[in-house]
């Protein structure tokens, strides 16, 4: 088992070094290349170093017959034109702060408009809600009277009665006079 682990450590190791010079190596070649080739350079030949501005040269090469007189002149710096270009760009960034403000604007217009609406609506439902409030509280105070005069109706009848029975009235006999009554008149 410990051989095993050995084993593996090894290769993790060995893994872990050849990643190294993977990343590292291609860098590290051309360094040395570029290195060695200056030393072999100016220890082989005794000219000075060549003191050529790269950037002002034109990118691309036209040939002879091919180009325009004018077309190295666009490399050129021109004070003339670097201050119109500098001026359309603050024109140009004054109109997108322009643009941004008016659109900001809108939205802040369009914001204001939702809010009010909100209001509106809001006060509708409110109103509605008043009035909804408004008739609960009359419907609970007419089923207040209505249960007021229900209980004084029912202490009225129950005294009616109570005169009723005390005077030989039975509920009994009451529906077969009916009965006899309605039947007399039907006969009739």
């Not at 190596?25 to 100016?42: D, K, N, Q």
């Not at 060549?50 to 990118?59: E, G, N």
């Not at 005069?149 to 009723?164: G, H, N, P, Y």
């Amino acid at each position: 088992m410990a051989s095993h682990a050995a084993a593996l450590k090894v290769g993790l190791a060995l893994m872990g070094m050849s990643l190294v010079g993977y990343i590292l190596g291609p860098p590290l070649y051309w360094h040395l290349t570029e290195a060695l080739a200056a030393v072999s350079y100016s220890s082989a030949s005794s000219c000075p170093l060549c003191a050529c501005d790269c950037y002002s040269q034109p990118f691309l090469t036209i040939p002879e017959g091919l180009s325009n007189a004018s077309f190295p002149d666009c490399a050129k710096h021109d004070p003339e034109v670097n201050g119109d270009t500098e001026k359309n760009y603050a024109e140009l960034l004054t109109e997108e702060l322009k643009l941004r403000e008016a659109d900001s604007l809108e939205k802040h217009k369009r914001a204001d408009m939702g809010l009010l609406e909100a209001k509106k609506v809001t006060s509708s439902y409110q109103k509605d809600a008043d009035k909804c409030n408004s008739g609960m509280e009359t419907c609970e105070e007419a089923r207040e009277k209505a249960e007021l005069a229900l209980a004084e109706q029912k202490k009225l009848t129950s005294k009616w009665e109570e005169r009723a029975r005390q005077k030989g009235w039975r509920e009994g006999a009451i529906k077969s006079n009916t009965k006899t009554n309605s039947n007399a008149q039907a006969a009739a």
